[in-house]
């Protein structure tokens, strides 16, 4: 069992940046591959970024502008998301294999 907790959404203006955060508890996430989805309204969930390691992948709608990070000595995986546009607006959600967090908004006014 893993629990993840995301934080960090907000609203922002676009061109602005963010920290997104997964806290992960009752397992350590070191050996996992950890990825952030996000899902717009009426629209369906995609990945966007994954960590395995210090092996990264991005999606191309955030290649250079989110970065992804971890810190295992934490169990908590980062987003760091730079030159927001209104298309970022989502529920962002965090996920460890079958595992979910309950996701945080973020909301790009432009």
């Known amino acids: 069992q893993v629990d993840l907790v995301e934080s960090g959404g907000g609203l922002v203006q676009a061109g602005g940046s963010l920290r997104l955060s997964c806290a992960a508890s009752g397992r350590s996430i070191s050996d996992y591959t950890v990825a952030w989805f996000r899902q717009a309204s009426g629209k369906e969930r995609n990945k966007i970024a994954s960590i395995f390691g210090r092996n990264t992948w991005y999606g191309n709608s955030v290649k250079g502008r989110f970065t992804i990070s971890r810190d295992d000595a934490e169990n908590t995986v980062y987003l760091q998301m730079n030159s927001l546009k209104p298309e970022d607006t989502a529920v962002y959600y965090c996920?460890?294999?079958?595992?979910w967090g309950q996701g945080t908004q973020v909301t790009v006014s432009s």
């Open positions: 996920n460890v294999d079958y595992f």
